[in-house]
């Protein structure tokens, strides 16, 4: 079914070079040309399974270093998975971690373009949207300046634009609703609100725990790259908040 | 039993992912034309000026100098010289191209197997643009070129093939070994004196000719000299030799590429 995403076992592991990240022909020369040979292994996810049907919103939450970084990475393609299996049916677009995806020295029409034709979108269908993007963001006035000159906000509701005009079939955001001011976050619930009720799935990281009760239907909890718990919402967030020992807040209507 | 990630490699030999992302290619292409000679007051035509420097030089060094007494020595310099700036500045940007195009491959899914691609094709528009320079020359030297010219396509889409590929596998390893993208230069001057672009086989030293004469570079340097300089068609049966060389090295380096790339978001 166009939207749903099935991960069966999912694994991802990193290689950690002891010492300087960085590794250096002197480095591979004096130990052997072997790559990988020594590097340990970081593992970020370890066999992470679940299932989340499409017309969902679902929240992802767990600590800093928890893993929901490399687990919408993985989703968006960014990452290939170690061990297991990632299926997702349809097209996945994805507003990760802020500032990245776009060359600052491009206009901002120059970066939608190249971004559109990363997504697989033909150069007419990308003039097509051009537009939408464009108004969408509010950015008329600068859309031709190079997005090295963006404030934050713009940046961000550039990259949101983007990210939901093309008609993905799966949305992945990556804590970003917090940026852009009320107006614009406004816009921006309108619109996955459309989203969800066209049938797609959206899968959204935040540590705004009221935001993810109310948004949310279901929601996943990973710990040190396990998954702790995948349920209901409030169930998820009421049983992270134990373990955090912070009272469970209040939903915001 | 984990379910192992499936390879799909196959399903890219039939559909490469350059063919695929086509506009995602043609745009980086004009990118990168207008973006290298941005802030600079001649702009495009830089195009023409720096083979007619490099040209000058080693006219300079060659026929002045050293004597090498070539018979219209400034149309076989440039039979070589516009191909060669093809190749190594193609190369050399990209070996650096996959480290930098980090910013797209960090934050989207990208088609890594793109980017070394983009610099052999913008390259490619820089010689198109100064061919006519040559032409010039040739006709001030009352070379026509004729009918040989035929073999052009041939031989600039074989070193074409040879040059992504060779600029896949150096752009795959310098994201681990960035050394690569210092010494890349070295590397690429050397190719050029131990080649004869700029002096005729002949010069070599007899015991190495045998050597130098079937080195793919020498191959296609030769093809472009007999075209544009002899006025005669090169020699076709080497000519299809290094054609298969290339599709060889560009299997390798697309292979290559495709091994790594999972590590490339980790690495940058």
Not at chain 1, 10 to 24: E, I, L, N, Q, S
Not at chain 1, 45 to 65: C, H, Y
Not at chain 1, 99 to 111: A, K, Y
Not at chain 1, 191 to 218: P, V, Y
Request: aromatic share 10%; glycine share 8%.
């Amino acid at each position: 079914m166009t939207g749903s995403i099935v991960l069966n076992r999912v694994g991802k592991c990193f290689r950690r070079y002891p010492g300087t990240p960085v590794t250096t022909l002197k480095e591979a020369v004096l130990h052997g040309w072997r790559r990988g040979g020594r590097a340990d292994q970081v593992e970020a996810l370890k066999d992470v399974s679940f299932e989340i049907p499409s017309g969902t919103v679902t929240g992802l939450i767990g600590r800093n270093g928890s893993g929901k970084s490399t687990l919408l990475r993985l989703l968006a393609g960014i990452y290939r998975a170690t061990t297991g299996t990632v299926e997702i049916q349809g097209r996945v677009s994805s507003l990760l971690s802020l500032g990245l995806g776009f060359h600052p020295d491009l206009t901002g029409r120059e970066n939608v373009r190249m971004e559109g034709l990363a997504l697989g979108l033909t150069r007419r269908a990308v003039l097509e949207q051009m537009d939408e993007i464009i108004r969408f963001a509010e950015l008329e006035d600068v859309i031709d300046e190079p997005v090295r000159t963006y404030s934050t906000g713009m940046y961000m509701r550039l990259a949101f634009s983007i990210a939901t005009t093309v008609d993905p079939d799966v949305l992945l955001l990556d804590e970003v609703m917090a940026v852009g001011d009320a107006s614009f976050a406004e816009k921006c619930r309108a619109r996955m609100e459309r989203f969800k009720n066209r049938g797609k799935s959206i899968l959204l990281a935040s540590h705004d725990l009221a935001m993810i009760e109310t948004w949310c239907q279901g929601a996943l909890w990973l710990d040190r790259g396990e998954l702790k718990y995948h349920g209901p919402a409030g169930e998820t967030v009421r049983r992270y908040s134990e373990s955090l020992q912070v009272p469970s807040p209040t939903p915001v209507t | 039993m984990i379910p192992r990630p499936v390879n799909t490699f196959g399903a890219r030999l039939v559909r490469p992912t350059v063919v695929k992302y086509r506009w995602l290619v043609l745009e980086m292409v004009s990118r990168d034309l207008k973006s290298r000679y941005r802030r600079s007051a001649l702009g495009l035509c830089w195009t023409l000026l720096n083979p007619i420097l490099y040209m000058s030089v080693y006219s300079l060094v060659f026929s002045f100098y050293l004597r090498a007494g070539i018979e219209a020595y400034v149309v076989f310099v440039m039979s070589g010289l516009l191909p060669w700036l093809w190749f190594s500045g193609a190369i050399s940007d990209g070996t650096a191209s996959i480290v930098s195009g980090a910013s797209f491959l960090r934050g989207t899914k990208f088609p890594a197997a793109v980017l070394p691609v983009v610099p052999v094709l913008s390259h490619l528009m820089n010689m198109l643009f100064s061919l006519p320079i040559l032409f010039i020359l040739m006709a001030i030297h009352h070379r026509s070129g004729g009918p040989c010219l035929l073999a052009l396509p041939l031989v600039m889409l074989s070193q074409g093939l040879l040059m992504a590929g060779i600029s896949s596998i150096a752009g795959t390893y310098n994201v681990f070994y960035r050394d690569l993208q210092q010494l890349i230069g070295h590397l690429l001057t050397l190719l050029m004196f131990l080649h004869p672009i700029m002096y005729p086989l002949a010069t070599i030293p007899k015991s190495m000719q045998t050597y130098v004469e079937w080195s793919p570079l020498t191959i296609l340097f030769r093809s472009y000299q007999q075209i544009f300089y002899e006025g005669v068609f090169p020699d076709f049966r080497k000519l299809s030799l290094v054609c298969l060389f290339s599709v060889g090295v560009l299997l390798l380096g697309g292979l290559l590429l495709r091994r790594q790339e999972e590590y490339f978001a980790d690495s940058l």
